[in-house]
């Protein structure tokens, strides 16, 4: 009777955005559109070009920066409104949306037809996340970093939720929400902020990994997918 039970529940998919199914960086663009919205100082852009060039240039790791983002993020968010920043994400999102992977773009239309359940854990900020969602996932639900607001409306530059330090609690908290089971669940991750929720899925996917993740993904025999243009190995 169990097993009977848990085949009746809902299947889940749980998906990374940036460098997973967005080509680019969520955080990123928002963070340049502040800027050149003369929201954040002009200096930040070229802040920046620098951690960009430094991950391209193989001077530092794509987790060094990303925490510069978030860096970045907090320290000018600090005074700005929310409206700002929905502005902002309104300008973004319909410019960038369609710069996806075909990987995960076919991977997504499958288990949609199938009825699963498709969620996603981002480290980008909740309202770019959102908007990204409404104008082009279209995902059951959506998590990202969430920063404090003071009495007048205006960011102090404190996150109160940072999804990507354990992705993996919030997949558990959310099934046992919503009575979801994890027999048949995908995963698809690009960095080791993904791996607490890969281990939890049958059917994970490092997609385009970095090095820490791709060490995990072939100790643990999880799948490795890379798509180079218009190319995808499995490795």
Request: aromatic letters at 12%; charged letters at 30%; one cysteine or more.
């Amino acid at each position: 009777m169990m097993k009977t039970n848990m085949k009746n529940k809902e299947k889940i998919a749980i998906f990374d955005i940036d460098g997973t199914i967005f080509r680019k960086n969520l955080h990123f663009e928002l963070i340049n559109e502040l800027a050149w919205m003369k929201i954040f100082p002009q200096e930040v852009r070229l802040r920046l070009t620098e951690i960009y060039s430094n991950w391209l240039e193989h001077e530092g790791t794509y987790e060094e920066y990303r925490k510069a983002l978030v860096e970045i993020y907090s320290e000018h968010i600090k005074g700005c409104t929310r409206e700002e920043v929905l502005r902002a994400s309104k300008i973004v999102v319909p410019f960038h949306a369609k710069r996806t992977y075909i990987f995960s773009e076919q991977l997504i239309k499958k288990l949609r037809k199938k009825g699963y359940r498709l969620i996603v854990i981002s480290g980008s900020p909740l309202e770019i996340v959102e908007e990204y969602n409404r104008h082009y996932l279209k995902f059951d639900e959506v998590f990202g970093s969430v920063y404090a607001l003071d009495a007048d409306g205006r960011y102090t530059g404190e996150a109160t939720f940072e999804p990507s330090k354990n992705k993996g609690q919030i997949v558990e908290d959310y099934i046992g929400r919503h009575s979801i089971s994890l027999d048949d669940s995908y995963g698809v991750g690009d960095t080791e902020s993904d791996i607490s929720f890969l281990k939890l899925v049958e059917y994970p996917i490092a997609f385009n990994p970095n090095q820490n993740l791709k060490a995990v993904a072939e100790k643990e025999g999880w799948q490795i997918i890379v798509e180079k243009k218009d190319v995808i190995y499995e490795l």
